[in-house]
């Protein structure tokens, strides 16, 4: 077996979703090695050396890979893909994104947010909003994967010595003119990555105002964690789209998840179940979220949160 | 300018679905199904370009059994102009027709009708796999706007904005182009009695598996499909104190 990790990288530092991506490359075995496509990647690559149990660290660096336009991106991929059996990426926006035109054009079906490694080819993701968790066994000869973070420990970032070299014969592969990158609008903020935090916070319509949610912040400063939303506040424009967490938007699964005003439909407990510890605090005791919280508190949460906030 | 948009029968998005008891897939008999949530804000989207006067036809595709002419009347009824069914048997939820299948499929009918746009969901709450629309786009060489939530048409180009793990990001695409749809790029209409009325003297073809020259035969085989572990019932405390006594005291976890 050999498998080929795509990094996950903003060019100047490796994103955490590749370490859960490796952990899972582990469990398939076999020999793991790195690709690192983008623009003045070095530090990148020194960095992705560095993680534990990887072989060797493929680099491709070029000016037209500066943004992770998929459509770039694809063609590199397929070209480092030679020779592996499996192909991994997290399950983040950046994989979703760009794996599935990896997959295609090597005629592949691909195998999305895998959960667990059964064996070499034989892997579990949910499905239905995580209602129903399906065994599916590939009969392709490269396995396309994209692994979900919050499934996965993070590899140990450090006590390896990978080799670092440049992709053969990539030169020229990222230039493509059908796509081009024009702008973002990064949200910025101090609190711990949403996904990998070991507390989250998360506000729903509930809190009534995106003023209101200061309060939710609050608490999530006071206890170092990360703040979610459901669906209902990103809508309402509470809070931007990337706090959303659910079947659609992002999968966390911290030691501790307070819900605060969600009323817990499906699509919601899809992307917080499997939290080591449920808190709601939700003023209609009949709402579906008191099934999944190992601890109810059935409360006005304009009482309750400030309360706790300084309490805590 | 023709649009494409593929629309997928699904169980309901309220529907609380149930595993089957031999584990082989999931209960769909007698269970309310509906389009693909993420495939109607794609028809708005392409139905609100024809109001504008930006797309002269929408034509609206599914792959699954003859019972998706629903959702496909209903996607009439809300706008398309007319309606491609590609019949099978094989279930287009687990361990039948998959994405890739789904975006070759598609990808015949896109060259065939020569459209210049293909709106569709970004994921299909059934499989939740995140994939045909991306696949089509390398299938056909065409760029992508994935997780869009704007859609702007300009001369011969797409502007997208898309929802990224870090917040939004807008990309510049060339027609003929591919949008996937996320939950904040419209409200979808309720489509009115005049027009299903309507709806229903709108074309609908039917093609078979063997007229696209596509083989729906799975890669994957699903193994089985289990009921995941239910959380185990927890309790409920009457006070703030009481809650900070649990968490520090029980669970540990401050
Ligand atoms: C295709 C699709 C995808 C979706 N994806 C997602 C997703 O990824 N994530 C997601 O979250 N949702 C998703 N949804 C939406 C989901 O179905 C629900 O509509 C949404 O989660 C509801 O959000 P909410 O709980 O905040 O709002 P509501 O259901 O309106 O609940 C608000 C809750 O706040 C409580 N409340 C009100 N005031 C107070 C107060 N003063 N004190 C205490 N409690 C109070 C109420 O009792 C109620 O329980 C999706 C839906 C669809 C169709
Ligand atoms: N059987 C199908 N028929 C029509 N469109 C489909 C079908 N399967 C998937 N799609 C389209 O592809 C999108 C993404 O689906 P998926 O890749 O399965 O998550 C859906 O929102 C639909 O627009």
């Known amino acids: 077996m050999s498998i080929l990790i795509i990094a996950e990288h903003d060019n100047t530092s490796l994103k955490p979703a590749t370490l859960s991506t490796i952990s899972a490359a582990k469990a398939i075995g076999g020999d793991i090695d790195i690709l690192v496509a983008g623009a003045g990647v070095d530090a990148v690559a020194t960095q992705c050396a560095a993680i534990d149990g990887i072989t060797k ?40 994104n760009t794996l599935p035109r990896v997959a295609a054009l090597l005629d592949v079906q691909q195998i999305s947010d895998i959960t667990k490694v059964i064996d070499d080819d034989t892997f579990e993701r949910p499905v239905y909003a995580g209602n129903a968790i399906a065994t599916v066994k590939s009969s392709d000869a490269v396995k396309v994967i994209t692994v979900r973070g919050s499934a996965f420990d993070a590899a140990s970032a450090e006590g390896g010595s990978a080799s670092v070299s440049a992709l053969d014969g990539a030169e020229g592969l990222g230039v493509q003119d059908k796509a081009s990158f024009v702008s973002q609008e990064l949200s910025v903020s101090d609190r711990p990555e949403l996904t990998s935090a070991s507390v989250v916070v998360s506000g729903g319509r509930g809190v009534g105002s995106a003023e209101n949610f200061a309060i939710i912040e609050a608490l999530a400063d006071k206890l170092g964690g990360a703040v979610g939303a ?73 009482e309750a949160v400030p309360q706790l906030t300084e309490k805590v | 300018m023709k649009i494409l948009v593929p629309v997928k029968r699904v169980v309901d998005y309220n529907v609380k679905i149930r595993v089957k008891s031999d584990e082989t897939g999931v209960e769909l008999a007698n269970v309310k199904m509906s389009i693909n949530p993420f495939d109607e804000i794609a028809l708005e989207e392409a139905v609100r370009l024809k109001e504008a006067g930006t797309a002269s036809e929408i034509i609206a595709v599914s792959i699954g059994p003859d019972k998706a002419q629903e959702q496909l009347r209903t996607a009439l009824a809300m706008g398309a102009d007319r309606a491609i069914l590609v019949s099978t048997d094989k279930a287009i939820d687990l361990g039948g ?33 995140n994939q045909t629309g991306q696949m089509l786009g390398a299938l056909l060489d065409w760029p992508q706007g994935t997780f869009a939530s704007e859609l702007k048409l300009d001369g011969g180009k797409a502007s997208v904005t898309r929802e990224i793990d870090g917040g939004l990001e807008t990309v510049s695409l060339t027609l003929p182009a591919i949008v996937t749809t996320d939950l904040r790029l419209n409200e979808p209409r309720y489509v009115k009695l005049p027009d299903i009325m309507k709806a229903k003297k709108k074309p609908l073809e039917t093609l078979s598996e063997d007229d696209t020259g596509v083989s729906f035969a799975p890669r994957l085989e699903v193994v089985k499909v289990s009921t995941p572990p239910a959380r185990s019932g927890g309790i409920k405390v009457d006070s703030v104190d009481a809650l900070l006594d649990k968490l520090k005291n029980e669970a540990k976890v401050i």
């Open chain 1, 57 to 96: 660290i493929l680099t491709v660096d070029s000016a037209d890979l500066s943004h992770p336009l998929a459509e770039a991106l694809t063609p590199v991929i397929v070209k480092a893909a030679d020779g592996y059996t499996h192909i991994l990426a997290p399950a983040t926006s950046f994989g979703k």
């Open chain 1, 230 to 302: 459901s669906r209902a506040a990103v809508d309402a424009g509470y809070v931007p789209n990337d706090y959303q967490v659910g079947q659609t938007g992002k999968i966390v699964a911290p030691d501790l998840y307070i819900a605060v005003g969600i009323s817990g439909a499906i699509q919601h407990l899809a992307g917080m179940k499997d939290s080591k510890v449920i808190v709601a605090i939700n003023s209609d005791e009949d709402a579906p979220i008191f099934q999944v919280a190992d601890y109810g508190l059935v409360m006005d949460l304009f």
């Open chain 2, 97 to 129: 027709v998959e994405p890739l299948a789904v975006a070759k499929t598609l990808k015949s009918i896109a060259e065939k009708e020569g459209v210049d746009l293909i709106i569709m969901g970004k994921q299909s709450i059934d499989d939740d796999s």
